[in-house]
């Protein structure tokens, strides 16, 4: 599954929300870890929020295809480690990548079975605000992730599902239910293979 939508928007946020719940969609929840050539913030872990690399080693990685997808996003580089992701698979768990719409597409190509999610904020100006609010960008690093958001809009009919973020439980609640009706499409289920006995035919 991939989820996207502008910064800000309160995608982490969510998908939180959505794996705190005590349902089976969220148990089979699993959030992907990107690796990103960034600094981290004061608050994020290694090993647990991101994997922060320098660009040599990023560089490395992507050569070697260990990355399922990788794109650049305010002069710095984020990827999806491709094992992981696919340990996670074998093992029946719904991988989640919090990614950007160049990873996106990226992913649409290479696994046509992913679905595609694009979180939307209940107006621009809450977008803003959100921002606003996080205090830890100066004006022009905000001022650039809008100029990307608006960019990013384009990609929309792209996406299968999109969810806006008005209220958090209400969009945690949207992203699992697209999930358990996902896991119940007859395509994933294998249930059109099934020969069912209906009894003698008259």
């Known amino acids: 599954m991939v989820l996207s939508g502008p910064s800000g928007v309160g995608k982490?946020?969510?998908?939180?929300?959505?794996?705190?719940?005590?349902?089976?969609?969220?148990?089979?929840?699993?959030r992907s870890i990107s690796v990103t050539t960034r600094s981290h913030r004061p608050e994020e872990r290694d090993g647990e929020d991101y994997f922060f690399c320098t660009p040599r080693r990023f560089a490395s990685m992507v050569r070697r295809g260990e990355l399922l997808e990788h794109a650049t996003y305010l002069d710095h580089r984020y990827g999806t480690p491709r094992e992981w992701v696919d340990q996670q698979l074998a093992a029946g768990y719904d991988v989640v990548l919090e990614i950007e719409v160049e990873g996106a597409m990226q992913v649409r190509?290479?696994?046509?079975?992913?679905?595609?999610?694009?979180?939307l904020p209940p107006s621009w100006r809450a977008l803003k605000q959100r921002l606003a609010k996080r205090r830890s960008e100066s004006e022009e690093v905000q001022r650039r992730r809008l100029e990307v958001a608006r960019r990013e809009m384009s990609y929309l009919k792209r996406y299968h599902y999109v969810i806006t973020n008005d209220r958090i439980p209400r969009a945690a609640s949207e992203l699992l239910a697209i999930l358990s009706a996902e896991r119940a499409r007859v395509a994933r289920t294998g249930a059109d293979r099934l020969r069912l006995s209906l009894g003698p035919s008259a």
């Open 12 to 30: 982490g946020t969510v998908l939180d929300a959505a794996m705190a719940c005590n349902t089976e969609a969220a148990k089979r929840l699993r």
């Open 109 to 119: 190509r290479c696994c046509p079975k992913a679905v595609l999610i694009y979180m």
